[in-house]
Structure formats: structure tokens, C-alpha cells
């Protein structure tokens, strides 16, 4: 059957199964249909520590690796569950993790460890500059002890469910810049201080239930003692923390595929056309068999990536690339398992159609399929730059 080689963590793996029944169809189903936050699943996994795997043990969380904050996301997409209304409070903390000055690990890693504190928005994304970050315009300016910051962000998920962001802003304008990537700087928001006073989050409805909203800074005023290393700096540390979030997704396309292909095969042996089981004929087998291979190859990847996070290995080029593959492999086993479902794929309760939506959004985010390309012509092939 199914699964032989997603073994490692087998008691996280079980835990998180556990708790993922608690949380049926239904429940997902009755929030996708009000658009509505999973407030309760969320402190679930909150309160047993599945989202502070990665916070070292000193500031109270578990201090496991990444191959184990993979294990939890998984699971948590192989029950049908989503992963995306909380996954960014086990990353987005790596870039005060690793770049914080003492004093706000101290004040911040705790409470974000206990859940006390939801660190769960990441502010990067602008409306004009797409994909091409350097172009971000939202500009933080330094007056006294303050960042006066003014500007827009669009795609920011999580906003109104977060007590901080972490958000990448200009500091110097790209054109008074040596390189178009110095200049920005990352400051620490506090929303439930922002908001009202210079913030304004705007939700934006789309296709999944994800909780992405649009925001508005106004003359916002963050204490300087926010910002996270040095001023001008900021680019590289956002850049170091995405590793994690693309395995981390990644993990989630690979426990969405695991759902698809367990519900296809489990249907196409019950339901009977023809005077048999449809799973008899090759032609509703073999796209799940196809699946299974693709979806077993790219999980070897991402496995790998996550292990040389770990190791501490640079792993720019193995976390694209498990990102990619495993968001494809995803999408194949969703639109595989709408087909073998035949109509009963397009209704709501048996979850296929909603999960459908849910994967499609890993091609685009957090990053799109070409950008990954092009990282692998350029930097892996050395084929010339197209932009
Ligand atoms: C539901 C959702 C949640 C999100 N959450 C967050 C969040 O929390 N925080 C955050 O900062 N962002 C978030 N994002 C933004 C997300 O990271 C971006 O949408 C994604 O990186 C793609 O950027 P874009 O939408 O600006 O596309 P664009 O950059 O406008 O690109 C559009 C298309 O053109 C292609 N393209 C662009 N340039 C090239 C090129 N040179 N060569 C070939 N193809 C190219 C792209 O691959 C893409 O397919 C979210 C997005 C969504 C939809």
C-alpha cells in the first residue's frame, strides 16, 4: 500500500493523526463554505507543540529539525486538514531565530514557543513589484527612535490572526542602493498595536480558505528597537528563512498527494460501474499508480532538502527544487482524484474538491514555478540571466 517510505518520526506522525481526527471533513468544509479561520484546530496543534518543533529547547520549544516539522505537516495534510492557516508560526520566528539581537529573542521566542504570542505573518509581497522584490516600495523612515513606515503589501496571509509580522520594507531607495537587494531593512510589527494606528488590513476572497488579506501602511509608527539586524540588511535574511517555508510547503504537497491517492484508491475499489469495481481497469489504475510514483519521487526530495537544512548544508537549489516537484505531483494526484471520483469529485462533502483548490495554490506561492526554473537555468546549468 501506500506509504512504505514516509516512516521517519513515526510517533509525531501517529500524534498528529490523532489529533487531525478531531477535525473532519465537516469541520473544514463548514469554514471553507464562511470563509472562516480554524481557530480551534489551530490551538490545538498550539497547545501540543506541533508548531514549535523548530524553537530551540532554551527558548521552550522542542528543538527538533526541519525533517520533523515536515513529519507534522504531512500528517496534517494527509487527514484532509490544512496546514496553512498556522504553518508560518513554526518558520517565519527563524529570522529572529538567527538574525534577532538577544534581547528580542529573549522577549519574542518564548512566547511564540508557548503560543502566546502568533507569529504567523510574513510581509513581503507588493502589488507593483511581483515576484521582483528589489522593486518593493514600501518604505520604513527612520525619524528618532521610530520607523515611520508608509506603503502596501497584498498576499499577506494570516494578518488579522497574528500578533506580530515580520516585514521587509525599503530603507534606502533601490536607486541610491549598490545593488538593487541592499536597502531593505525587516522590522518587527507589533499588529495589535498597528492596527487602527497606521495599519489597515483589508481580506481578500479567494478560491481556498486561506485567510490572505491586503495591508495598508499609513505614517505607522514601529519603535526602531524592532528592526532585526542591521538596517540595509534585510533582503538577505528573508532569503535565508524562505528555505524552510519552500520544504516546509513542500511536505504539505506531499501529505495533500498522500490524501488524494489514499481516497482514489480507497473509492475506486469500492465503487461498482459496469458490474465491478472501477479500480479493475487499468485505465482508473494506472493514473494512481502514476501518481504514487511521481508523488514517492518528489517526497525523496524533499526529504533530502529538509536533511541538509539540518545539516546545515546550503540548500537553496534542493529546496526549490522539492517545492516544484512536490507542488506538481500534488496537482496531478488532485485532478487524478476528482477523475476517478467521476461527479462525486465536484461535491463538497467528500473533500476532494476542496482540497483540489487548496493545492493549486502551491505552483504559485510561495514562489512560482518558473522563478524555480529560472533559479535552476541560471544558478545549477549556467545558462544567461532572462531578467
Ligand atoms: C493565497 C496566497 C497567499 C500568499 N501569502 C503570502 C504571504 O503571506 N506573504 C507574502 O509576502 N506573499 C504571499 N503570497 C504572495 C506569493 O508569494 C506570490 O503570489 C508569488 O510569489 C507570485 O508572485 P506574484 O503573484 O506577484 O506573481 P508575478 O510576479 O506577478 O508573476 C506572475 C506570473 O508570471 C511569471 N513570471 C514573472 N516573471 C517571470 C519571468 N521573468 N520569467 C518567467 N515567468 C515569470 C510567474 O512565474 C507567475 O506565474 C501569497 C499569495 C497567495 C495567492
Aim: include cysteine.
Amino acid at each position: 500500500m501506500i506509504g512504505a517510505q514516509d516512516q521517519s518520526y513515526p510517533e509525531i506522525r501517529e500524534a498528529v493523526r490523532r489529533l487531525c481526527a478531531d477535525f473532519p471533513g465537516d469541520y473544514w468544509q463548514r469554514l471553507d463554505r464562511d470563509r472562516a479561520y480554524p481557530t480551534e484546530f489551530v490551538r490545538a496543534l498550539t497547545e501540543a507543540g506541533f508548531l514549535s518543533v523548530l524553537i530551540p529547547e532554551a527558548y521552550g520549544g522542542s528543538g527538533l529539525g526541519l525533517q520533523a516539522a515536515t513529519a507534522v505537516l504531512e500528517e496534517i495534510h494527509r487527514s484532509g486538514c490544512n496546514g496553512g492557516a498556522c504553518h508560518a508560526q513554526m518558520y517565519t520566528m527563524g529570522t529572529v531565530l538567527k538574525h534577532g539581537s538577544p534581547v528580542q529573542k529573549q522577549k519574542y521566542l518564548p512566547k511564540v514557543a508557548s503560543g502566546e504570542i502568533r507569529l504567523q505573518a510574513f510581509g513581503v509581497t507588493e502589488p507593483t513589484a511581483g515576484t521582483d522584490t528589489t522593486r518593493i516600495r514600501t518604505f520604513a523612515k527612520r525619524v528618532g527612535d521610530t520607523y515611520v513606515v508608509n506603503g502596501q503589501k497584498i498576499w499577506i496571509s494570516r494578518a488579522e490572526h497574528s500578533d506580530l509580522m515580520v516585514l521587509l520594507c525599503r530603507t534606502t531607495p533601490r536607486e541610491e542602493c549598490a545593488k538593487p537587494s541592499d536597502g531593505m531593512s525587516v522590522l518587527l510589527v507589533d499588529m495589535r498595536e498597528a492596527v487602527g494606528k497606521g495599519l489597515t488590513i483589508r481580506p481578500i476572497r479567494t478560491m481556498l480558505n486561506h485567510a490572505t488579506t491586503e495591508l495598508f501602511f499609513d505614517d505607522l509608527e514601529v519603535p526602531a528597537e524592532n528592526l532585526v539586524g542591521e538596517e540595509g540588511k534585510g533582503f538577505r535574511y528573508i532569503l535565508s528563512g524562505m528555505n524552510a517555508e519552500r520544504v516546509l510547503i513542500a511536505s504539505e504537497c506531499i501529505g495533500d498527494g498522500r490524501f488524494f491517492i489514499d481516497r482514489a484508491a480507497a473509492y475506486a475499489k469500492d465503487r461498482s460501474v459496469f458490474g465491478r469495481p472501477i479500480a479493475e481497469n487499468q485505465g482508473v489504475q494506472f493514473p494512481i499508480a502514476r501518481a504514487h510514483v511521481q508523488l514517492s519521487a518528489a517526497a525523496e526530495m524533499v526529504d533530502k532538502a529538509a536533511r541538509m537544512f539540518d545539516e546545515g548544508l546550503p540548500c537553496g537549489t534542493e529546496a526549490n527544487m522539492a517545492k516544484m516537484l512536490a507542488s506538481e505531483a500534488s496537482w496531478y494526484a488532485a485532478d487524478m482524484c476528482v477523475q476517478t471520483h467521476g461527479g462525486f469529485g465536484f461535491a463538497e462533502e467528500y473533500d476532494i474538491e476542496r482540497k483540489f483548490r487548496e493545492t493549486r495554490l502551491y505552483q504559485v506561492a510561495p514562489i512560482s514555478t518558473n522563478l524555480i526554473l529560472s533559479h535552476v537555468a541560471t544558478h545549477v546549468l549556467g545558462l544567461p540571466k532572462s531578467f
